[in-house]
């Protein structure tokens, strides 16, 4: 599952057309407050309120990197229809984690996709929240620092998504987002979990300030 | 005609940039003005060769362009307003309905169904879908907001393009001119407003909704731009005597227009709608003169010349 996945003309293709769509329906630029590139690879990790979040950060990102960044969705609503399983494995490439095991195994199938020097975007709430609150982080996100020391944490301030797409709508409205890449997390060796993810959560709160 | 007339406004571009350029070169560092004003030039050049495509490539290109402005522009106004996740059914059918069918309306030249689709069909569909939708909290401000901005952002704007509809005895094939004139109006008044504002103005008019709005600048742009529209009579269905009087119209009902849409940015607390357009702001900032002047300029001319 985590092996890079090869992407045929098509579906690179449809992948720029989601992306130049995704940029007409929220308009949102992209604001970057930290370097746009790295050498290394990266977490890009954002708050989530809705099923655009994904493709919304995805299409921020410029297209060299974009092609070496691959999204962590959820295999139970992403593998339900042929539809859904081909635009997951083929268009965005991206990594399914089964949400009900998760533990060690997503965290290996991650780490894996890191070590061969591809991005992720990560959605550290878990679940979809009402737009207005960031969650508590669940422990992923540490657990793939630990085992991918080299990987730079990148937090990413997404705003309205939810009134663009919001939980049980199908068709988004076009609202303006907002999307600002933040800089990547320092690196603190030894720090205890919970104080290493609610640092991570501080650091994507404080990109809501213009 | 048309082409001589788009060259003359390619010539006044020429001729501001390169006063802005001068004025960048002679202030080091330059002030916040000198660059916001060399962006707006930058930008106008974009706008112009936008509009220019457009209106030579006839009806079509008419029409697409004032679509796409409309979708542009509600999306600005929705993102401002803030909408409640009640309203979802609703804006998209303001959005994906409401929006394309009024211009395909134009297109396919019904204008019957054109003037009533939105304040009657849309004006009642939407508090019904809204009604659906089982929120009642702010049941008729949010209805009423939705409402309005189709009005605005679609409705009134469609006016513009409308004008390739009319029927005007010795002017067939030519409207995309009343285009081009209510276009240049309305822009002209705003330019001119500001700048004769930050010459002599004074005495402001408003003071709460837009601080740089001046009478000195009311009166020194709108007489300007009355002056350019008058200029141009040769080029419409008017004498120089109506040129006159439909340019004064275009530039005050628009002064009208830039007013109201100050006071909704200032009461949600922004000053600009968007960031689409250097130096200038959004959309919606560049149009909401156009918005308001479209429809009335539309009605006058089709009152008194069809």
Known sequence: MSGAVAQSRADAAVAGSLAGLARLLTGAVPVWRGPRSSDRPRVYYANHSSHFDAVTVWAGLPPELRSRTRPVAAADYWEKTRLRRHLAARVFRAVLIDRAGGGPAATQEMAAVLREGDSLILFPEGTRGDGREVAPFKSGLHHLAVAVPEAELVPVRLSNLNRVLPKGERVPVPVIARLVFGEPLAVVPGEPKDAMLTRARQALLALEER | ?306
């Open chain 2, 1 to 306: 005609m048309l082409l001589r007339l788009l060259g003359a406004v390619g010539a006044v571009l020429v001729v501001a940039t390169v006063i802005g350029r001068v004025l960048r070169a002679r202030s080091s560092p330059p002030s916040e003005t000198v660059v916001n004003l060399n962006q707006r030039i930058n930008a106008w050049w974009v706008m112009a060769v936008v509009f220019a495509v457009a209106v030579v490539t006839g009806p079509a290109g008419t029409i697409v362009l004032f679509a796409l402005l409309s979708f542009l522009a509600m999306r600005e106004f929705v993102t401002l307003v803030e909408s409640s996740r009640a309203d979802h059914r609703a804006l998209l059918l303001a959005f994906f309905v409401a929006l394309p069918v009024q211009y395909a309306l134009l297109a396919v030249q019904w204008y019957g169904l054109f003037s009533i689709l939105i304040p009657v069909y849309a004006f009642l569909l939407i508090p019904a879908v809204l009604a659906l939708a089982g929120e009642t909290t702010d049941f008729l401000r949010r209805t009423a907001t939705i409402q309005w901005g189709l009005a605005t952002c679609v409705y009134a704007l469609s006016y513009a393009p409308a004008l390739l509809l009319l029927d005007i005895d010795g002017f067939d094939g030519r409207q995309g001119l009343l285009v081009f004139f209510l276009v240049l109006v309305v822009q002209a008044s705003d330019v001119l407003q500001y700048v004769a504002g930050k010459l002599f103005g004074r005495h402001r008019i408003a003071p709460r909704v837009s601080p740089n709005k001046t009478w000195e600048g009311f009166v020194g742009g709108v007489a300007a731009a009355t002056g350019i529209g008058t200029a141009l009579w040769w080029a419409t269905p008017f004498s120089p005597w109506q040129a006159a009087a439909m340019s004064l119209l275009i530039a005050v009902v628009g002064f009208l227009g830039g007013l109201v849409m100050a006071a909704i940015k200032r009461d949600r607390g922004v000053k600009d709608y968007g960031e689409l357009i250097p130096g200038h702001g959004g959309v919606m900032d560049r149009i909401d003169s156009l918005v308001f002047a479209a429809p009335v300029f539309f009605h006058a001319t089709r009152f008194f010349f069809q």
